[in-house]
């Protein structure tokens, strides 16, 4: 289920106009792939595709962009198939459309929430979904899908955003069991911060409390990315960050205790953000 080779692949990739997609685009095409960025950032599209032009002059594969709403799922059917249309096949679909939004459940608003889950979650079930036609009809094909640490931690003050990479978590596990045997892979992806322009929204104040230490950039993410394609790897967590590391076995270990130690730590973080302010 592995793609070992890129030559000639045609990737789909959502949230390509930036960060962790804008990156494996690069990846990708610099081993020969036709890459198709979509984004809902249509100015910012055209100014990846020449950047990503110059970034990999020399390489033969096409570049093509298409705005898309991944919410939306007439949008997503038409970026399917014209992909397909156009380059023939869908060989990966690498999901990178995402949003973040962090804050106590106290002032977290209904909107927040099904924003997160409409375009974290929905938006990767809706490219699996139409996607899957083209694959099963060349028996092979490819998905990466973008979750986050947070999808398998459970963070405070980000309670919408675990909910939503937790989704796409699970979404990946039953999926890739309904796949078995078709000829159709999964990876799902679970980043530490990366420096992308989602966490550079982020305020000082917040930064502080969730204690954000970035380690990773789009370029590492997408390098980790197209050897885990090529090994056909289920799993790939990339937390470098030692605090975010030790969370990561306590909750495979001990989720109770891994859950009542960040909870003490949000509460002290709190605390001391208070005295300081007062």
């Known amino acids: 289920m592995a793609l070992t080779k890129f030559a000639g692949a045609v990737a789909v990739i959502t949230g ?108 990767t079930y809706n490219c699996a979904q139409s996607a899957l036609p083209a694959m099963r009809r060349q028996g092979s094909g490819y998905f990466v899908f973008l979750s986050s640490v947070a999808g ?31 000829g159709i892979g999964i990876t799902t992806v679970y980043p530490a911060w990366v420096d992308t322009p989602m966490v550079r929204q982020e305020t000082e104040d917040e930064m502080r409390l969730l204690n954000v230490q970035i380690l990773l950039t789009p370029q590492q993410v997408a390098s980790e990315i197209v050897q885990a394609v090529t090994e056909g790897r289920r799993d790939l967590t990339l937390a470098p960050n030692p605090d975010i590391a030790f969370a990561l076995q306590l909750f495979t270990a001990d989720q109770d205790k891994a859950e009542d130690v960040m909870g003490q730590a949000i509460q002290q973080q709190l605390a001391t953000m208070a005295r300081q302010s007062s």
């Open 152 to 182: 398998k931690l459970g963070t405070p003050m980000l309670s919408g955003y675990c909910a939503s990479k937790w989704a796409v978590r699970g979404f990946s596990a039953a999926l890739r069991a309904e796949l078995y045997g078709t």
């Open 16 to 123: 390509g106009a930036s960060g962790i997609g804008f990156a494996t685009a690069g990846a990708l095409r610099e081993r020969g792939a036709h890459v198709v960025l979509a984004d809902i950032n249509a100015d910012g599209l055209l100014k990846a595709q020449e950047e990503l032009r110059r970034a990999t002059a020399g390489a033969q594969g096409e570049i093509f962009t298409v705005a898309v709403d991944v919410t939306n799922e007439v949008q997503v059917r038409g970026l399917m198939k014209r992909a397909e249309e156009a380059l023939g096949s869908i060989d990966l679909v690498v999901t990178c459309a995402g949003i973040g939004r962090g804050g106590p459940i106290d002032t977290f608003s209904s909107g927040d929430m099904q924003n997160l889950m409409n375009i974290n979650f929905m938006g």
